[in-house]
């Protein structure tokens, strides 16, 4: 199976009881946002711009604990900003385990081997050494972090255990150089290979998390799930980037770029997602046949944002996790005063015009699930999609050269430190890399190499000191 028995049948009793009882809406999947702070600041992503004046509010436990309660989604996604610097983050995965909800951590990675490592030390006996010397020998921890695990945890506190119940959902949107750029600091793709190899060791549930641009080059994005597929990563969640408000005006106002250069259209979605269903045969693509087949252009569907409803710091947001025209105090309150049926796209015409390129899974994907635009053998479809033998591990997807970026000395910050070291280099072209963004790219490159997109921070000043270095004065 794609999904794990218990899971899958537990989704599945959920969404026939309301069946049942004819409820009109009701929640799959709560997106749980208990803070916007995060460590990156990640291309594409408006989340942190859109809540900049709270990032220092957080929901109390209390109030993320009862809204999962209160909306009753079987499945429970923490997102954020990064939810692992929530300082609850483990007392929160406990409770929500205690009322029985599936989780997902959707995290950048780079905080999981910490939390790893404080599951080890409070699981810590000598039965646990063969175990801390193949992690030291793949060089996943330190001598001082096998020292520290051996004295043991005794604050009191849950750890983030491996469960059948819990997901690791890591953010992965391509190989190492596009990975790096994306988020905006380089290194960053080597910590979430590594956080992966880690959990998977330890018996925890991965999974990774992928959005798709206008200049993705989605040969890369196959050799990322054959890579990451022969770690043996238990599936993948796909989907399109769209140009939501937030997100669009912290593309122009911090990165000086168009939207439209950088997100999807429609057609555009369409033609990225062409070998979805081939993919769904090859890895654990999570979701439903019925969604790939929209994102293929092979049918239509009707938006459902009221299944994945988001609850963050200011209330339950309304009308879906990417567009925000108000915030409510309850889950019920906010499903009888949206007005559903003033969004998304009904045949080929957006109600709204901000819905007009949306063709994400937060909207779409449980629309296949709860037979939107029912087509006969939908139902048959999906059955043998989820419970069908899940893929093997692809193992020749090793040989993928996924560190194709820093590793090797090409990140994208090498031209512009090279530049910083040494003036000729400057002189030399060291920056030209940093002019792709406004050249003509035809995305062609040597096998295992690729091409990335965005912009980042530390880039821009390290292109500071460049000219400032360059217009300095020459000593006499």
């Known amino acids: 199976m794609r999904f794990p028995l218990a899971l899958t049948v537990k989704i599945a009793r959920h969404i026939i009881k309301h069946k049942i009882r004819r409820t009109p809406k009701f929640a799959l999947v709560l997106q749980l946002e208990p803070l916007h702070t995060c460590n990156l600041t990640c291309t594409g992503c408006g989340r942190i711009r859109e809540y900049s004046t709270n990032l220092k509010d957080m929901m109390p436990l209390e109030d993320c604990l009862a809204s999962a309660a209160e909306c009753d989604a079987p499945m429970v996604s923490i997102c954020g900003g990064e939810p692992l610097i929530y300082p609850k983050i483990e007392e929160l995965v406990a409770g929500l385990q205690a009322q029985g909800r599936i989780i997902y951590i959707c995290t950048n990675g780079v905080f999981m081997r910490k939390k790893m490592r404080d599951y080890l030390a409070?699981?810590?006996?000598?039965?646990?050494?063969?175990?801390?010397?193949?992690?030291?020998?793949?060089?996943?921890?330190?001598?001082?972090?096998?020292?520290?695990?051996?004295?043991?945890?005794?604050?009191?506190?849950?750890?983030?255990?491996?469960?059948k119940w819990m997901y690791w959902n890591v953010h992965v949107d391509g190989l190492e150089y596009t990975h790096d750029l994306i988020v905006e600091r380089e290194g960053v793709f080597k910590e979430c290979v590594e956080a992966v190899k880690m959990a998977k060791l330890l018996g925890y549930q991965v999974a990774t998390n992928t959005t798709v641009y206008k200049e993705t080059d989605m040969q890369e994005i196959e050799q990322m799930f054959e890579y990451f597929s022969a770690l043996e990563v238990d599936g993948h969640t796909i989907s399109p980037g769209y140009e939501y408000d937030a997100a669009k005006k912290d593309m122009v106002s911090r990165l000086n770029k168009q939207p439209e250069d950088f997100f999807l259209t429609r057609a555009m979605t369409v033609k990225k997602f062409a070998k979805i269903e081939e993919w769904g045969t090859r890895f654990t693509i999570f979701g439903t046949t019925v969604y790939q087949e929209f994102l293929a252009g092979k049918r239509d569907l009707t938006c459902t944002?009221?299944?994945?409803?988001?609850?963050?710091?200011?209330?339950w947001k309304a009308p879906c996790y990417l567009m925000t025209d108000g915030h409510y105090p309850h889950y019920h309150e906010m499903l009888e005063k949206v007005q559903w049926e003033k969004y998304g796209v009904v045949d080929g015409v957006a109600r709204d015009p901000r819905c007009e390129n949306c063709m994400v899974h937060c909207g779409y994907d449980p629309s296949g699930a709860l037979g939107t635009n029912y087509k006969a053998g939908d139902t048959w479809k999906n059955i043998r999609y989820n419970f069908g033998a899940k893929p093997k591990p692809y193992l020749p997807g090793l040989k993928v050269k996924a560190f194709n970026g820093v590793s090797i000395g090409k990140g994208h910050l090498a031209?512009?430190?090279?530049?910083?070291?040494?003036?000729?280099?400057?002189?030399?072209?060291?920056?030209?890399?940093?002019?792709?963004?406004?050249?003509?790219?035809?995305?062609?490159?040597?096998?295992?190499?690729?091409?990335?997109?965005?912009?980042?921070?530390?880039?821009?000043?390290?292109?500071?000191?460049?000219?400032?270095?360059?217009?300095?004065?020459?000593?006499?």
Do not use: V
Request: hydrophobic share 35%.
């Open 415 to 476: 031209e512009a430190k090279a530049a910083i070291n040494s003036p000729r280099a400057a002189m030399n072209g060291a920056q030209a890399a940093f002019s792709r963004k406004a050249d003509a790219h035809d995305h062609t490159h040597a096998a295992g190499e690729s091409c990335g997109t965005g912009d980042t921070t530390q880039r821009d000043e390290l292109l500071a000191k460049i000219a400032a270095k360059n217009s300095a004065p020459k000593p006499e």
């Open 305 to 315: 944002a009221w299944a994945i409803p988001t609850r963050n710091i200011r209330g």
């Open 122 to 163: 409070s699981a810590y006996s000598t039965a646990l050494e063969p175990t801390l010397t193949e992690l030291l020998a793949q060089k996943l921890i330190t001598d001082k972090d096998a020292d520290t695990i051996r004295k043991g945890k005794s604050d009191g506190r849950p750890t983030i255990q491996p469960s």
